[in-house]
């Protein structure tokens, strides 16, 4: 057998052997992660397994406090901006009621999922806000009834100065979430909230102003 043979031989023999560990690395790697066959080994069931406590952990009772109280603070809030669209008779009304719709229903959606997942009962959509009237910026049921009877630019004037007080009091709660709060996604949505707001604020006193 020549030199040249036996050398080609060898070649093949170190490439089979290679090959068959490659196929058992990959073999391996997709019975770490449920067969996906991506990412590190192990890395997806670790992190499948901690998502729960993690979620549980990250969290102390201020972020809790911050949705139970923000979800019907909000809620009043839509309520107020649903009116406008048939009271209100200034157009730069209708657009600012129609974005605050626009950006406090999906925040209702997402600090009612944290909730849950937090083990928390979220506040029932619909309910009573009399039991909140001490809540910062929240309207007494008297406010709302007279909001409720108001037209035109009597709505207007009436909207502006109960919406601009009411986005007070969601600041001072935001600005509370930051400063205690634990849950940097809770937090995040509070400096969102006070950057917002705060804008819509001088929005609504411009728009007085104005009047």
């Not at 192990?42 to 729960?52: D, E, L, Q, V």
């Not at 109280?69 to 157009?91: C, F, K, N, V, Y």
């Not at 009621?97 to 928390?120: N, V």
């Not at 601009?164 to 849950?183: C, D, L, P, Y």
Request: net charge negative; glycine share 10%.
């Amino acid at each position: 057998m020549t030199t040249r043979t036996l050398t080609r031989r060898a070649a093949l023999a170190t490439a089979a052997v290679t090959s068959a560990l490659v196929l058992a690395a990959c073999g391996g790697n997709s019975d770490d992660n449920g067969g996906s066959g991506t990412g590190h080994t192990g890395h997806g069931a670790s992190a499948a397994s901690a998502t729960p406590s993690a979620s549980a952990e990250a969290h102390n009772a201020q972020d809790v406090a911050f949705a139970k109280g923000m979800i019907p603070h909000h809620q009043q809030a839509l309520e107020m901006a649903e009116l406008a669209a048939d009271r209100a008779s200034s157009p730069r009304v209708k657009d600012l009621a129609a974005r605050i719709e626009k950006a406090q229903d999906p925040e209702i959606r997402t600090l009612t999922g944290w909730l849950k997942a937090w083990g928390e009962q979220p506040p029932m959509a619909g309910m009573d806000h009399s039991g909140h009237a001490g809540m910062s910026g929240m309207m007494s049921e008297v406010d709302m009834a007279a909001l409720k009877k108001a037209d035109g630019k009597d709505f207007d004037t009436r909207f502006l100065s109960l919406m601009a007080e009411h986005h007070q009091g969601a600041v001072e709660m935001a600005t509370t979430e930051k400063q205690r709060g634990r849950s940097d996604d809770a937090k995040a949505m509070a400096d969102a909230i006070i950057t917002a707001q705060n804008a819509e604020i001088k929005e609504m006193k411009q728009l007085l102003g104005a009047r």
